[in-house]
T-cell receptor, first 110, second 115 residues
């Protein structure tokens, strides 16, 4: 089955700096890559996703890049704010099953 | 609000007991997924139903079972509960088409505590 690895496990950044989270996947047939943000005790919320026919997608301060050849994808958050502090999960999907990375705890220091 | 509802919000029970968690998907969604999230752990996929039929199975224990009813709501049954079953259980739903894209929306979760 699909195996998704996510790095780093924790990330501390100064407010206003950028944060980058990287994920690799094993199944070359995976074609959908969402990112979820989860605040403490709350549900995961989809923040951005990318399909395999696209190399990059941007939504305001958030961007995702995909390298299908290398089987890795990354989340970039620019101009970080305190409300960006949360756990971020990447995932990869082929068909109907999502395989999640282990998560990255992001802390934005004021 | 994702449109996915889960009940109850919290559940406290004892070892050896059996509980049922309930999920109602977003209007129009045919697929329901169940996930387990233990403390400081990621999201472990348990099982998926599509329009009443089991479609995919993950790391679901034999003590756990699920079903999806004709009105598309789903129930996750956990029996012979152990301390290690204490976790947040999330339900997610998606349209569930055969196109391969799988945008899932999560419910608020049920926090299960086994004492």
């Amino acid at each position: 089955g699909e195996n998704v690895e996510q790095h780093p496990s924790t990330l501390s950044v100064q407010e206003g700096d950028s944060a980058v989270i990287k994920c690799t996947y094993s199944d070359s047939a995976s074609n959908y890559f969402p990112w979820y943000k989860q605040e403490l005790g709350k549900r995961p919320q989809l923040i951005i996703d990318i399909r395999s026919n696209v190399g990059e997608k941007k939504d305001q301060r958030i961007a995702v890049t995909l390298n299908k050849t290398a089987k890795h994808f990354s989340l970039h958050i620019t101009e970080t704010q305190p409300e960006d502090s949360a756990v971020y999960f990447c995932a990869a999907s082929r068909g109907h099953k999502l395989s999640f990375g282990a998560g990255t705890t992001v802390t934005v220091r004021a | 609000d994702s449109g996915v509802t889960q009940t109850p919000k919290h559940l406290i029970t004892a070892t050896g007991q059996r509980v049922t968690l309930r999920c109602s998907p977003r209007s129009g969604d045919l697929s329901v997924y169940w996930y387990q999230q233990s403390l400081d752990q990621g999201l472990q996929f348990l099982i998926q139903y599509y329009n009443g039929e089991e479609r995919a199975k993950g790391n679901i224990l034999e003590r756990f079972s699920a079903q999806q009813f004709p009105d598309l709501h789903s129930e996750l049954n956990l029996s012979s509960l152990e301390l290690g079953d204490s976790a947040l259980y999330f339900c997610a739903s998606s349209v569930g088409t055969s196109g391969g894209f799988n945008e899932q929306f999560f419910g608020p979760g049920t926090r299960l505590t086994v004492l």
